[in-house]
């Protein structure tokens, strides 16, 4: 276990030092590996270990639950990417629609309407050939 951390005020270092835990560590044969031996009259380490160990599996449930949280919203972004994809497609068909649509149109529109001012005009020209008379 290669750790080092402060605690009270004492440091749990490659040099012995103790603490008011009932900890000791020295150095092991010159590797960085700490030896932590524990002193058996505080009992109370074993109710802080089980409390660690719980704190750790609480830990460990909220991760779980955050990452099935993270696949399901990911999940929702791609079918909701899928779907925009088909309305992008569905739009664009549409649009290709109502331009054929509008050119047909319009070429029938500009038919009446040059209909539409050579009626106007005869009619114009024999109402005023009739009022002239």
């Known amino acids: 276990m290669a750790s080092s951390s402060h605690r009270g005020g004492d440091y749990y270092g490659a040099a012995p030092y ?30 802080e270990i089980t409390g660690l160990r719980k704190q750790v ?14 696949k399901f919203q990911n999940d929702f972004i791609n079918q909701l990417q899928m779907t925009l994809i088909k309305a992008q497609a569905g739009v664009k068909n549409n649009m290709r629609r109502l331009n054929k649509s509008i050119i047909q149109q ?6 009446h309407v040059v209909l539409f001012a050579l009626v106007l005009f005869f009619l114009v020209y024999f109402w005023s050939k009739f009022l002239r008379r």
């Not at 000791?24 to 590797?31: E, V």
């Not at 991760?63 to 949280?69: F, V």
């Open 18 to 47: 103790r603490s008011r835990e009932g900890l000791s560590t020295r150095a092991a044969g010159g590797s960085d590996e700490i030896q932590l031996r524990i002193d058996p009259m505080h009992g109370e380490l074993d109710d």
């Open 57 to 70: 599996r609480q830990l460990r449930n909220v991760a779980q639950d955050i990452e099935s949280e993270a």
């Open 106 to 111: 319009g070429s029938s529109h500009v038919m």
